[in-house]
């Protein structure tokens, strides 16, 4: 286990995460959702899906219980969650969170994972369907 001194701070965490894969803009996940190319997974808490909205046809998974609903070969798995080359986009509200958890589904094998650049704050800016 590193010291305190050399492990990564949160900001080095996340830069060393994210050039693993390749984020998308909120407007590449809409056409993509639309396309039937990617599902959309909110792992915002409820208190803020219920103050913000949420995106239509996106799979609410509290973030505690991603991996478990998202591993293809896990016991508790949706039915969404049919192969390791399912492209999900992780949305969390601003684009942090779902870093973290995008790399978490790469370590479980499912490769296309990605997330929302500036999350769904970045989404409802964009002017992309929201729903009450």
Do not use: K
């Not at 050399?6 to 830069?15: N, V």
């Not at 790469?106 to 994972?113: N, S, T």
């Amino acid at each position: 286990m590193p010291s305190p001194g050399t492990a990564p701070g949160i900001d080095e965490l996340l830069e060393q995460v994210r050039a693993r894969y390749t984020r998308v803009a909120a407007s590449e996940a809409y056409e993509a959702a639309r396309a039937g190319d990617a599902l959309l997974v909110d792992i915002r808490y409820a208190a803020l899906r219920d103050r913000d909205g949420a995106i239509p046809g996106a799979l609410i998974v509290e973030r505690n219980e991603l991996e478990w609903r998202l591993d293809p070969r896990g016991s508790h798995r949706l039915p969404e969650a049919t192969g390791h080359d399912v492209r999900v986009v992780v949305i969390c509200n601003e684009g942090y969170a779902s870093s973290l958890a995008a790399a978490s589904l790469h370590q479980l094998g499912l490769h296309r994972a990605t997330d929302l650049i500036g999350g769904f704050q970045a989404w409802r800016t964009a002017g992309l369907p929201v729903e009450s």
